[in-house]
């Protein structure tokens, strides 16, 4: 089998050639910013961060952590649908969790402890 195309090519021996479509990726590549700065637009979210969390079917998938504005409430279905109208779709957190995000003492996020709480218990880590 020689590569042709992004395809694989195998020759038979009738010379008859059979493309056979490569394994298609299951994962995309899906920038945690890019959510971030869809989901901060949302009028209803004072602060957010966007993390890999590991999914069964796909390895890994967004998952997105809300701190929502005093006085609002939006749901996660909110937050999902709001990302639907401005992102791919595979793009979307498939979870949102509303809390306090744990921050540096000058405010910066600690995406490392989210992503230890979330891939605990997981032998491998998929980035």
């Known amino acids: 089998m020689g590569r042709y195309g992004g395809q694989l090519k195998d020759v038979r021996p009738d010379d008859l050639a059979a493309i056979v479509l490569k394994e298609v990726c299951e994962r995309a590549h899906v920038k945690p910013s890019e959510v971030e700065e869809v989901i901060s637009k949302h009028p209803d979210v004072l602060e957010v961060a966007v993390i890999a969390v590991p999914d069964a079917k796909w390895g890994e998938v967004p998952k997105a952590f809300v701190v929502a504005k005093e006085g609002r409430h939006p749901t ?52």
Request: charged share 30%; hydrophobic share 35%.
């Open 76 to 127: 996660a279905d909110d937050i999902v649908a709001h990302c639907r109208r401005l992102l791919a779709h595979f793009k979307c957190p498939k979870a949102v969790e509303f809390g306090p995000l744990p921050q540096t003492s000058t405010g910066k996020v600690q995406k490392f402890v989210l992503r230890e709480r979330e891939w605990s218990g997981h032998e491998k880590r998929i980035h």
